[in-house]
Each structure stands twice: as structure tokens, then as C-alpha cells.
């Protein structure tokens, strides 16, 4: 049995991920129903946020709040910080309608664990907040063995322990983007934020992805918005193609959500043409 499998039946998490089993057989989104989100937002107008941080460095925290415009209106009148070690002076943690949680989580780690657990207890939405807790991104590259936690050594985006409802990769996600998935949320608006639903179970990312689900599929149009969107380098274009350094890939998932191939709206494209 793997670390993840005894992990999950040690916190009690096994069972409830065999019972979501027959669910995703009937090929249904990973995560959160549109039903489900509705319903959050409906009843929760001015929704409970909370912020849980885990093996990340606060540079999507960061993020967030370089929302300078609209950082005093949606703090005051659109959303409640209720929870998070840098932002709330509270230690137990409360009732959440959407828990922002940045960084990867230490398999070694058992705070960790437990509060990951006690959070999707608590949280009716669970948002992978930026790329290390969406894909793993460059703690995937951990392997122990450094002061002052040598055993610390395996690091896992969070949707390997626990149902993830929605994923906002990016190391870190541009402030814009994490506020146009708030708003959304709080407006209800599922056209914007189905792609994020669909990102929750792009959990193994790497600079690859657009060789093997892009340019493979014939889908590449050589516009070249992988290799700008890499923050590392990893990709030029080549012949008009993306071409991986895999030395330099940080496996952050970025160039592969950006593609503008990667993801569209193949239902309203079809309903707007009539097919
Ligand atoms: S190629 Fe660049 S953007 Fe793509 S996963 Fe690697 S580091 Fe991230
Ligand atoms: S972003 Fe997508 S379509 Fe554009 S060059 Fe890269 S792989 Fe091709």
C-alpha cells in the first residue's frame, strides 16, 4: 500500500473517497456540481473565505492582496476573511464557505495532514490556490534530507488526500485572476468559472503536457502564449512549436492552463453556431 493510501485511511479519508467513486464513473466534473456552487453562493451572500496556508511561500497570499483597486471593497463589503494564520488572529478553525489553500502537503508532516483534513470537514469549497497545492509545482522536486526536517521528503498537490472543488494554478496566480475567480464565485457566474472546476484534477503538470495534449493532438497554433508564459524559461518556440528544457520546467502546470488550445467552450461555441 502506498504512503498516500495509508495516510488517507489513517485520517479517515478512504472511505469517503470510495463513495465519490460512482460519481466520477458517470464521467460528471471532478470536484463541485454546478449545483452545489449555486447553492453556496445563494445562500452565503457575503461569503466566509478562509486562508490555509501548507508548504507554499505566501507568494499567492501575495498575490491576492496586490489587488490594490479592489482590495478595500471586496475585503469590506463582498467577502469575510474568517480564517488564516497570517490574516486572522484565530486559532480554531471556523465554518468556511471556500477555503484558499497555498502550498503542497507534507506526507511527513502530520499538522498538515490533520488540518487538511479538518478543512475539507469544514470548507463546502476547497480551492487549490496556486500551483503548489494544485500540481505540486517545484516541491515536486523534494527528497529530504535538509535541516531542520531531513525527514520531510514527499510533497503532493492536496487533491491526492482530499476532493478538490476547484484549482487556481499559478506560481503565483496574477492578482487578476484571483479576483475574477472570487467575484465569480460570489456572482455565481459557472461560464467563468468552469475551467477552474475542470483544473481540479490536472494535478500532474509539467512543461510536457503541451508536447503530449497540444501538439500532439494537433491542436497547435504556434501563437507561442506557452513559452511567455512561462516564468522559468523552460520553453522557446521552435519551428513554431513550444520546446521543453526540462532542467529548467518547474512543473507549475502555467504554460499548459495559458494555451489557448488547452481549454475552450465547446458547448457555447456549438450553441452560438447552432450545431
Ligand atoms: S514549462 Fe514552464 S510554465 Fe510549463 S510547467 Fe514547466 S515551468 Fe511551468
Ligand atoms: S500556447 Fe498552445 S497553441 Fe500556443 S504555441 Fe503554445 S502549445 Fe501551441
Known sequence: MSLIARIKRFLGL????????????????????????????????????GYIHLSGCTGDAM??????????????????IVYGQTLVDLWEMPEMDLALVEGSVCLQDEHSLHELKELREKAKLVCAFGSCAATGCFTR?????????????????????????LAIPGCPPSPEIIAKAVVALINNDMEYLQPMLDL????????CDLQTKVVNQGLCT???????????RALDMTNGRPELNSDRCIKCGICYVQCP???????????????
Not at 481540479?200 to 512543461?207: I, L, P, S
Open 200 to 207: 481540479a484534477g490536472y494535478t500532474e503538470a509539467c512543461g
Open 63 to 80: 498575490s491576492l492582496t496586490e489587488n490594490y483597486d479592489i482590495l478595500a471593497e471586496l475585503l469590506t463589503n463582498m467577502v469575510d
Open 141 to 165: 522536486y523534494s527528497r529530504g534530507g535538509q535541516q531542520a526536517q531531513p525527514s520531510h521528503e514527499s510533497f503532493v498537490p492536496i487533491a491526492d488526500l482530499i476532493d478538490v472543488d
Open 14 to 49: 478512504e472511505a469517503e473517497a470510495k463513495r465519490e467513486e460512482p460519481e466520477k464513473e458517470k464521467s460528471e466534473p471532478v470536484g463541485a456540481s454546478k449545483e452545489e456552487v449555486e447553492k453556496v453562493a445563494e445562500e452565503n451572500a457575503k461569503p466566509r473565505i
Open 261 to 275: 488550445r488547452s481549454w475552450w467552450p465547446e458547448e457555447q461555441i456549438k450553441k452560438e453556431l447552432g450545431l
Open 222 to 232: 504556434g501563437c507561442g502564449t506557452c513559452a511567455m508564459a512561462c516564468q522559468t
